[in-house]
Structures are given as structure tokens and as C-alpha cells.
Nanobody, 115 residues
Framework: QVHLVESGGGLVQAGGSLNLSCVAS????????MGWFRQYPGQEREAVARIISGGPPTYADSVKGRFTISRDYAQNVLYLQLSGLKPNDAAVYYCAFFGMGGTYWGQGTQVTVSS
């Protein structure tokens, strides 16, 4: 079992930055893919960025060059740095861990961008 807790969301002006964190606990060793997703009201979650163990990070085209995903292996924390925020980046952001034991989601953190 893996438990994920996100933080760092909030209100920011367009062009601003935020840093999201996702603290993981539990059976982390079984995880091989970690990522960030976002969800707009009434829509399905969409992938924003992900890290596959041993591989480079990948990003949705809409966030390339603006968002950076990283992981602190020692502290079991997954980060997402958001910069150059646009109004259409406003959404609920979720971290997710994927492994042999299943898929685990955090509770989500709201990002609001004012124009």
C-alpha cells in the first residue's frame, strides 16, 4: 500500500510560479512510474508529467518548458515546479504512483491562476 499527500497548490497570478509536493509513504519500492495529472471540472484527468524509473521525465506538450517534475528519493517526495502559469493551467493537480501493487492517487491540490 502507498499513501500520497500533495501540497503546494494555491492562487497565483498568470506568469507566476508554484511548487507542488507529493509525500509518499508505504511500499515505495514497488513503484516504477510516478507522475502528475490535472483535472478540469467535468473532465477526465490528464497527464502532465511523469518519471519512469531509470528514464528521463516526460511532459505533456502544453507544459513543456514551463513545468519540471523531480523526485527526492531519500525523502520519498515527488515535486512539480510550475512556472509561466497560464489561466488554463488552473485545475486540481494529483500525484499518482504506479507499480505492481496497483495505482495510487493523492487527494489533489487546487491550482488557481488569475489573469
Amino acid at each position: 500500500q502507498v499513501h500520497l499527500v500533495e501540497s503546494g497548490g494555491g492562487l497565483v497570478q498568470a506568469g507566476g510560479s508554484l511548487n507542488l509536493s507529493c509525500v509518499a509513504s508505504g511500499s515505495i519500492s514497488c513503484i516504477n512510474i510516478m507522475g502528475w495529472f490535472r483535472q478540469y471540472p467535468g473532465q477526465e484527468r490528464e497527464a502532465v508529467a511523469r518519471i519512469i524509473s531509470g528514464g528521463p521525465p516526460t511532459y505533456a506538450d502544453s507544459v513543456k518548458g514551463r513545468f519540471t517534475i523531480s523526485r527526492d528519493y531519500a525523502q520519498n517526495v515527488l515535486y512539480l515546479q510550475l512556472s509561466g502559469l497560464k489561466p488554463n493551467d488552473a485545475a486540481v493537480y494529483y500525484c499518482a504512483f504506479f507499480g505492481m501493487g496497483g495505482t495510487y492517487w493523492g487527494q489533489g491540490t487546487q491550482v488557481t491562476v488569475s489573469s
